[in-house]
């Protein structure tokens, strides 16, 4: 493999969104999700996040940080449902029938699984619970956790980027 093939592996690799996802799954969450029902869940908030709302006075002083909203489930867009991601070390630049050809060992073990790894959006459950938080939460804990999300996306991105870009 030439230099220039391997950057580009390189930054195909921290550009793809497997590999983000897991990345952000690594983060801490502005919520976790505690008893997940067919209807309805009760979102425990982050205990940083918590904090910070009840010193603005959003939230009364020694709020449980627990929240029940209504959810429904779709299936995960990460694995498309299966609960399982090839591990994109593998696959990320794309695969094409020549790398198969080449090579029908690593044609067999890539369609048989050999590389799959748990999906990091849906830890495997191949649904993700949905929730409209704008509808069921009080505005100022949505905005924060908006910003708590955006804040690890963005530091995610850029940190992938920097990789991909060598830095
Ligand atoms: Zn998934």
Not at 15 to 20: E, H, L, P, S, V
Not at 91 to 98: H, Q, R
């Amino acid at each position: 493999m030439s230099y220039r093939d391997a950057m580009l592996e390189e930054h195909n690799y921290w550009m793809d969104g497997r590999t983000q996802a897991a990345m952000r799954a690594s983060h801490a969450q502005a919520y976790d999700v505690k008893d997940s029902g067919p209807h309805s869940a009760i979102l425990v908030l982050n205990e940083d996040l918590l904090a910070e709302l009840i010193d603005e006075g959003h939230l009364s002083d020694g709020h449980s940080g627990e929240f029940t909203v209504q959810t429904h489930f779709e299936v995960c867009g990460n694995c498309r449902g299966s609960g399982k991601t090839v591990n994109p070390s593998i696959d990320a630049s794309g695969l094409t029938s020549e790398d198969f050809a080449e090579d029908p060992d690593f044609r067999d073990d890539y369609f048989g699984g050999t590389y799959d790894i748990v999906c990091a959006e849906c830890s495997g459950h191949r649904v993700v619970a949905a929730f409209d938080l704008e509808r069921d939460l009080p505005g100022p804990v949505v905005k924060a956790i908006r910003f708590w999300e955006d804040s690890i996306a963005e530091s995610v991105y850029t940190e992938a980027y920097e990789r991909a870009h060598g830095a």
